[in-house]
């Protein structure tokens, strides 16, 4: 593990309806700052990702964002990071933010966020990581998602170990004690 900590926030570039959603990215930037990790996110500089890297960047956060070429227009590639790393494609972005990180965090966010988290979650699954997988489950949001995930089990489409390799927290100061325990 490198001497600074990097996690990896996977995350909405839309900034969703519930204000809590936005409150909660702008909270982990900042806790990432407050405990001098680095911040590995996807580039952008709208929704929940702007929020993010922002208030990582305000308290003081190292930030390493990775964007493919196509999405700078869309995602407002941020320019005034720590560290910028432009992509041919979305699998290779995957693919450097992943071996960029030490731990996984995923706030609210829609198709591409899930994308994500099934990808290193299946990594997982078949071993070819042991990196901690967090879902920041603010006012339930990923309720669904771990239904889902209980229900794979349940019809024996997946191993109920499956669930060991994910971490729900529901707020910020639990996701901080857990990425801790994790990184330490």
Known sequence: ???????????????????????????????LAAEGWRLVYGAGDVGL????????????????????????????GKRDLTQLVITENMHERKKVMFMNSDAIVVLPGGAGSLDEFFEVLTWAQIGLHRK??????????????????????????ADPGLRAHFTTEADVPGLTAALRAALS
């Open 132 to 157: 901690p997988i967090f879902l920041l489950d603010v006012a339930g949001y990923w309720q669904p998602l771990v239904a889902l995930v209980d229900h794979t089990i349940a019809e024996g489409f």
């Open 49 to 76: 990702m702007g929020e993010v890297a922002r208030a990582a960047q305000a308290a003081g956060a190292m930030t390493l964002g990775v964007i493919p070429t196509h999405l700078m227009k869309r995602e407002v």
């Open 1 to 31: 593990m490198p001497s600074t900590p990097s996690v990896c926030v996977f995350c909405g570039s839309r900034p969703g309806r519930n204000p809590a959603h936005a409150e909660a990215a702008r909270a982990t930037g900042a806790m």
